[in-house]
């Protein structure tokens, strides 16, 4: 077995960060380095492998560019990036590791590929999106309906967000034509899901080289 992959955890004090934390100090494959939230410099970056990234826009951009300086991989599920943020993820890439997904789930993933994989007869159907989550969430739509909607070819205004009580993440995607409709729905009973998820990513994550990961690179290799 490798040598623990060292953490660095920026958004610590975030839902996902504590999970996260939760489930790196049971597991032997890693070890935490330094836990980071908003106002936290990240400046022992170069002491660990990844700097693992559930935070905010702002956060996201502070943490890639710390990497960048200290040459340490990059691994970040925040949602709410804009084109900017996606474009500092392209150009970050070339120089070190990167991976990104808005949604860490192994089911939502496995979705996307369903539905990437037939998207020649999809294309032929009218297609819309439903999403529930809880009312905390600050971006609407969700990164990961917005995913649904880029691999299934659905404009924007064809995505339905809704925020209610404390649910973790429900998402439908329908595709109809006359006489038929087809139903995808993936359902987070708890938030841990992507918290596993993002888990078994950044193992596999640690030993990638200078590029641009996302959960379809996992899932094609890992499962």
């Excluded at 729905?185 to 200078?210: K, M, N, P, Y």
């Amino acid at each position: 077995m490798k040598k623990p992959v060292g953490i660095i955890l920026n958004g610590a004090n975030g839902k996902m960060g504590r999970l996260l934390k939760d489930l790196i100090d049971k597991d032997e494959r890693y070890r935490i380095v330094s836990i980071h939230d908003a106002g936290s410099e990240l400046s022992d970056s170069s002491k660990g492998d990844v700097v693992v990234d559930f935070s905010s826009p702002k956060g996201f951009q502070k943490a890639l560019e710390t990497c960048l300086k200290f040459k340490t991989g990059f691994f970040s599920g925040t949602t709410g990036l804009d084109q900017s943020h996606k474009d500092a993820i392209g150009s970050a890439s070339k120089s070190i590791p990167v991976f990104y997904s808005p949604n860490m789930s192994i089911g939502v993933n496995l979705l996307v590929k369903i539905i990437s994989e037939n998207s020649r007869i999809l294309k032929n159907y009218d297609a819309e999106i439903v999403e529930i989550h809880h009312k905390a969430k600050k971006d609407s739509p969700s990164g990961t309906a917005l995913l649904l909607a880029e691999t299934a070819g659905v404009d924007i205004s064809k995505i339905h967000a809704i925020r209610e009580a404390d649910i973790p993440g429900d998402h439908w995607i329908y595709f109809a034509r006359r006489g038929e409709l087809l139903e995808f729905h993936h359902r987070a009973v708890s938030r841990e899901v992507f918290a596993g998820g993002a888990l078994e990513a950044i193992f596999w994550f640690s030993g990638q080289t200078t590029g641009f990961y996302s959960m379809k690179d996992f899932l094609s290799t890992s499962l």
